[in-house]
């Protein structure tokens, strides 16, 4: 562990002892696995040879010391947290907090309609659950970026100790606890590896690594001492957590991914919204000029363009025009209906020899709900884009 890694933690330990008895003995139970969980990140995002960029939106899922475990690994990163609130793992005054019950997941119109997010983590949540495994990574991977990363980790079914447990006739699992909560009763369900491998397949994520440790034992009972070393010696499914990273991939397998750009919507976009009873479509909604912004690749593109169909009252087309620098370089018309996706190809010249590059969605009439039907909303609309992507070629 790395002088950042200890600091990181001796801050973790020092805000534990300011907590209540019951917060200062889940962290002493606990610090293992946050130390673990360390080192995992920095090998997903820091390690020399890895080529991931650190993640810019970060959703936390069941807050606590990771949360803010998480605020100073990546400062600078959008830290959401969801679940239920918890002010004592709050990482800044202004964070946003997505107040919602994953057993929920049975509903696919109760989904959170957000996105984007390039890492996710779910730790020691999964087990509290009664909604099957696979609706609840259904549920991250909408909220994930493409190429996001999703990172779970949860008691291991095949423990060494549990085995032993049920040779000697006893219930390794913990009995439901007798009371309401809105937190749960306890662990509904622990998963062996190959049913949160096949969840997480059904769910359409990919498994790229695979982490079992002893991260919560007490080496100060001899028996639990006893089963951190012998299972040193045995297959990774004998020891006590396990830790899945997934990776969602294959949402737009059109776009050869290894040349794909990374998009920045800047101003003239409005936040994301989708249908009630469908949160897999999902768009925004472009005022008259909508900005896209990206990293020269200094290649010509080839950019993809997916817009609904006319949602103007009055049934008027509206135009869009892509503009690049000051070349307009493709020109459309809103379908009536249904939607069109436009594959865009830019030459490189067009995007100029900056190191950042620019282009601007250009939409044509734009109209105000409020003013032509009976709404509230009083936002001057263009066109509502499903998708926006680039691809170098």
């Known amino acids: 562990m790395d002088q950042r ?27 293992g696995r946050y130390a673990r969980l360390l080192e995992t990140l920095d090998g997903l995002y820091s390690h020399p040879s890895s080529r991931r960029p650190k993640p810019r939106r970060i959703l936390d899922v069941g807050p606590s010391y990771q949360t803010l475990l998480l605020a100073r690994l990546f400062p600078d990163a959008d830290l959401v947290t969801m679940g239920f609130e918890d002010a004592r793992y ?51 991977r909408n909220l994930a970026a493409q190429n996001g990363l999703i990172v779970v980790s949860t008691p291991n079914a095949t423990f060494l100790g549990n085995r032993v447990a049920l040779l000697c006739g006893r219930n390794p699992f913990e009995m439901l606890e007798d ?3 809105r937190l749960g009763l306890g662990h509904y369900r622990e998963y062996t590896l190959a049913e949160l491998a096949e969840a997480g397949s059904s769910a359409s994520l990919r498994m790229l690594r695979v982490d079992f440790s002893n991260a919560l034992l007490d080496r100060t009972r001899r028996r639990q ?39 920045t919507l800047g101003d003239g976009w409005f936040p994301m919204e989708c249908e009630p009873h469908d949160p897999s479509r999902r768009w925004r909604w472009t005022g008259a000029e909508a900005v896209v912004s990206f990293s020269n690749p200094r290649r010509n593109v080839l950019f993809y363009l997916k817009v609904a169909g006319c949602e103007h009252p009055s049934h008027v087309p509206r135009e869009i025009a892509v503009v690049a620098a000051k070349e307009t370089v493709h020109r459309l018309l809103t379908p009536p209906d249904g939607d069109t996706t436009q594959r865009i ?38 066109v509502r884009v499903l998708t926006v992507a680039m691809v170098a070629q």
């Open 345 to 382: 190809p830019i030459r490189s010249a067009s995007l100029g020899a900056a190191e950042h590059a620019v282009l601007r969605i250009r939409v044509s009439p734009t109209f105000v709900p409020a003013a032509v039907e009976k709404s509230a909303d009083v936002r001057e609309l263009g």
């Open 90 to 140: 709050k990482p800044s005054a202004g964070a946003r907090h997505i107040d919602y019950d994953l057993n929920d997941a049975y509903f696919r119109d109760s989904w959170p309609c957000d996105e984007g997010y390039d890492l996710i983590l779910m730790l020691e949540v999964i087990e509290h659950l009664y909604t099957a495994p696979r609706r609840v990574l259904g549920v991250l």
């Open 179 to 181: 009371r309401r909560h």
């Open 225 to 263: 001492r006893f089963y951190d070393r012998i299972t040193r010696f045995l297959p990774g499914e004998f020891r006590q957590m396990t830790t899945i990273v997934f990776e969602k991939s294959g949402d737009d397998a059109e776009l050869p991914d290894p040349d794909r750009v990374a998009l």
């Open 5 to 31: 890694q200890e600091s990181i933690l001796r801050e973790l330990r020092e805000h534990s002892a300011t907590l209540p008895a019951e917060a200062r003995q889940y962290w002493r139970e606990h610090e």
